[in-house]
């Protein structure tokens, strides 16, 4: 079945800095690939997603990309904000199953 | 419109005992998903339901079980609970209609399960 590495664990970045958080997908049938962001306490509520057939979307500050060869995928945000914290779970489909998570990485904004 | 609710928010549960947790979904979504979340082991997903049919399952045991009603709603059920049960118990909806291709799945905020 698929897999899904998640890296970093933890970052850490000052207020207005960038964050990058990396996934790898080992099924290369996948073809979606959503971002989650968890705060405390709530369950995780989708930011952004991407299909296979775009290499790059972008929404504001936050923007993913893709790479199909490479079979991984990016999460970037950009003038990070304190309220950016909290943890971030990325995730794969090829459609026919349901989603399969990374790990999660725990984002730290501070002011 | 109204997000995915899940109920009851918090249990507790002792060793042994069964329990069952229920989810509405969005309006007008016909695909249910649940997945246990731990510290440990991340987001798992545990089985997928679309118009009262489970259309993909997860590597649970059998004690874990699913069903969905005529108007969505779904409930799982998990027997002869275990201390390694306690966890996140999360449900999610989406508009899935074709079996092909997933659609975004919205999360309610879970139902937190501790196990004595």
């Known amino acids: 079945g698929e897999n899904v590495e998640q890296h970093p664990s933890t970052l850490s970045v000052q207020e207005g800095d960038s964050a990058v958080i990396k996934c790898t997908y080992s099924?290369?049938?996948?073809?979606?690939f959503p971002w989650y962001k968890q705060e405390l306490g709530k369950g995780p509520q989708l930011i952004i997603d991407?299909?296979?057939?775009?290499g790059e979307k972008k929404d504001q500050r936050i923007a993913v990309t893709l790479n199909k060869t490479a079979k991984h995928f990016s999460l970037h945000i950009t003038e990070t904000q304190p309220e950016d914290s909290a943890v971030y779970f990325c995730?794969?489909?090829?459609?026919?199953?349901?989603?399969?998570f990374g790990k999660g990485t725990m984002l730290l904004v501070s002011p | 419109k109204a997000g995915v609710t899940q109920t009851p928010r918090y249990l507790i549960k002792t060793r042994g005992q069964q329990v069952t947790l229920s989810c509405s979904p969005i309006?007008?979504?016909?695909?249910v998903s649940w997945y246990q979340q731990t510290p440990g082991q991340g987001l798992q997903f545990l089985f997928e339901?679309?118009?009262?049919?489970?259309?993909n399952k997860g590597n649970f045991p059998g004690r874990f079980s699913g069903r969905q009603f005529s108007n969505s709603r779904s409930e799982m059920n998990v027997s002869t609970l275990e201390l390694g049960d306690s966890a996140l118990y999360l449900c999610?909806?989406?508009?899935?209609?074709?079996?092909?291709?997933?659609?975004?799945?919205?999360f309610g905020p879970g139902t937190r399960l501790l196990v004595l």
């Open positions: 991407i299909r296979s057939n775009v």
């Open positions: 995730a794969a489909s090829t459609g026919y199953s349901t989603l399969t």
């Open positions: 309006s007008g979504h016909r695909s």
């Open positions: 999610a909806s989406s508009l899935k209609v074709l079996a092909h291709r997933q659609e975004t799945q919205y």
């Open positions: 099924d290369s049938a996948s073809n979606y």
């Open positions: 339901y679309f118009s009262e049919t489970q259309r």
